[in-house]
């Protein structure tokens, strides 16, 4: 290894760090410091939530990363947002779940992620209710982190579609919820099962434990897969849109070959990536 590439390796082991505290923090002011009855602003749709505890945790997770690395920029969901110098960009969703969160249900996390030079390099998903911590850094391969052990990330050996357990989401538009509900339709009898956890970030970690076999969903933005993607990847996963598109908002699939294929060819027939 030469050693401008040692110097990135010791770079990305450090934003992966810087993440991982930021995440941490922000964990436990959610867990420790939520009020009984949450203040909560709709964005658009009624779906669509946003509450005082959200607007907190992106204010901490900026604090945080930023500190001492003024020149850094942010892209955070609730309108965090810095256009920096440095080459690094942070990817933050304060609460990646927010009506789960609101519900007390556990499936929700803090994501960070770190970009250098327009390329994903760090990931953070740190689900405080459910005890886990999932890391990853660009080819340095994923772990979970719970209770005090870490376990390499491997996702599941792709099995044959009709034996594959795959996780969705949905968005917040009626009608693209309405397309949706018809792609899942078509999608339940030719696999094992769906799975829906509420949130991006906890569904796609869930590909990379080897919880499900597939993940896939339209609409997402940056901040709900720019940490797990690289976890999943990290850990061994295919990514990427339908019809050879890259995976973003339009479609997201993640899965391992030869599912991956398999369930890209499936969901290009239904139509998945239009409303």
């Not at 959610?30 to 005082?52: C, F, Q, Y």
């Not at 982190?145 to 870490?150: I, L, P």
């Not at 990379?208 to 850990?235: C, M, N, S, T």
């Amino acid at each position: 290894m030469s050693s401008d590439e040692q110097l990135e390796r010791d770079f990305i082991d450090e934003l992966l760090m810087r993440a991982i505290l930021s995440a941490l923090a922000a964990g436990d002011m959610l867990v420790n410091e939520r009020a009984g009855d949450l203040e909560i602003d709709s964005k658009g749709a009624p779906t669509d939530v946003v509450t005082v505890m959200d607007r907190r945790s992106e204010e901490l997770l900026a604090d945080h990363l930023l500190s001492g690395r003024e020149s850094d920029g942010i892209l955070g969901e609730e309108g965090a947002s810095v256009d920096g110098t440095s080459g690094v960009r942070w990817i933050v969703d304060p609460i990646d779940g927010t009506v789960n969160y609101m519900y007390r249900l556990p499936e929700w996390a803090v994501s960070i992620a770190a970009e250098l030079d327009g390329e994903v390099v760090a990931g953070v998903v740190h689900a405080p209710a459910l005890g886990e911590t999932f890391v990853a850094g660009k080819g340095k391969g994923a772990a979970l982190h719970k209770q005090g052990v870490q376990r390499k990330l491997v996702v599941n050996q792709a099995p044959s579609m009709d034996r594959a357990l795959v996780a969705t989401g949905f968005g917040y538009d009626v009608g693209r919820r309405k397309k949706q509900a018809s792609v899942v339709a078509e999608v339940i009898p030719q696999v094992r099962d769906i799975r829906r956890a509420g949130a991006a970030s906890v569904d796609i970690c869930s590909l990379a434990a080897g919880r499900v076999d597939a993940y896939y969903e339209r609409g997402l933005k940056p901040w709900d897969h720019a940490a797990a993607g690289l976890i999943a990847q990290e850990a061994g996963a295919t990514i990427g849109g339908l019809d050879g598109q890259p995976a973003g908002e339009d479609f997201y699939l993640a899965a391992p070959e030869p599912l991956f294929s398999d369930l890209s060819e499936l969901l290009a027939r239904l139509d998945a990536a239009s409303d």
